[in-house]
Structure formats: structure tokens, C-alpha cells
């Protein structure tokens, strides 16, 4: 009996004092910050993990970047498309958030469901926009998103 309270005295203790969150280090936090976008199956990679809301929601401010990179990588590298700022600014000089964008259209069943129900101007409300931003949103997911969410399902569709 009383090496039965020890141990759960101790073992108690030990795991308390521990404190694995703050000296673990996160491995998918190191993981995605050390991505690089070389070819398009490194693309395909990163946006395979955008399918874990909680993943999303949990590391969102550093996916926001590393999306951007992937954009900026298949638009410039990979398509050899050069004159499109990344990120897009809309004309109140207010960033657009691609990420962001891009969420919200595959929830919403995608650009062509988007465009045929006329649900742009909720997405720029959703992204912070006035309703009247819409077609500066559908513009800027054509220009930077669309083509990336083609070669994506082509890509995918055909492996």
C-alpha cells in the first residue's frame, strides 16, 4: 500500500514537473517552416495538408506565409508568370489574403459554384472587404489561385 501511494505520488510529480509543451518542439511547426517549393509535388504536398481544418486554424498565421511562397513559387518558377504582385493588393492598398481566399472558395464549393451563384461579395465580406470588392476577389483568385487549383486536381486526378 504504501509503495502504491509513493509511486503516484512521484509519478504524479514527475509528469507535472515535465512541462513537455513548452520543451518539445512542435514538429509540424518545424516541419512546414522548413518547406521548400522546388517542384510541384512540393506543392501538391503543402496543399494535401490544408485538408486538416484544425491543422489550418491551429498554425494559420504561418501557413498564411508559406502559402505565399507556394504561390509566389508556382506563379514566377513553375508557370513563368513574373508581372503579378505577390501578395495581391486590392485598390485601397489593403493585402489580400490567399490563403484566406483560397479556403473560403473551396468551402463554398469552389470558383465555378462561387462565380455561378454570385458569392463573391460575401467572400470580400468574409475576408474583411466591402460587398462591392467582389469582383476584385473573383479577378484575383482567376489570376493567382484558379490555374494552381487546376494543375492541383489534374495532378492529383491523374497519379
Not at 498554425?59 to 504582385?85: A, C, G, Q
Not at 492598398?93 to 490567399?98: E, F, Q, S
Not at 473560403?104 to 462591392?132: H, R
Amino acid at each position: 500500500m504504501h509503495d502504491n501511494e509513493f509511486k503516484e505520488r512521484y509519478l504524479n510529480s514527475y509528469f507535472e514537473d515535465l512541462d513537455l509543451s513548452s520543451h518539445e518542439p512542435d514538429w509540424n511547426m518545424m516541419i512546414v517552416k522548413n518547406m521548400e517549393f522546388n517542384e510541384f509535388e512540393d506543392c501538391v504536398a503543402f496543399i494535401n495538408l490544408l485538408d486538416d481544418r484544425g491543422f489550418v486554424i491551429k498554425y494559420k498565421h504561418m501557413l498564411d506565409s508559406k502559402f505565399e511562397e507556394l504561390v509566389k513559387w508556382f506563379l514566377f518558377n513553375y508557370m513563368k508568370i513574373t508581372n503579378r504582385p505577390i501578395p495581391p493588393v486590392a485598390l485601397h492598398k489593403r493585402k489580400v489574403n490567399l490563403l484566406s481566399l483560397y479556403l473560403l472558395v473551396a468551402a463554398d464549393g469552389g470558383y465555378k459554384t462561387v462565380t455561378m451563384e454570385n458569392m463573391w461579395p460575401a467572400i470580400a465580406k468574409d475576408l474583411g472587404f466591402d460587398y462591392g470588392d467582389g469582383d476584385y476577389m473573383r479577378t484575383t483568385y482567376a489570376m493567382y489561385l484558379d490555374i494552381l487549383e487546376y494543375y492541383y486536381n489534374y495532378h492529383t486526378i491523374n497519379k
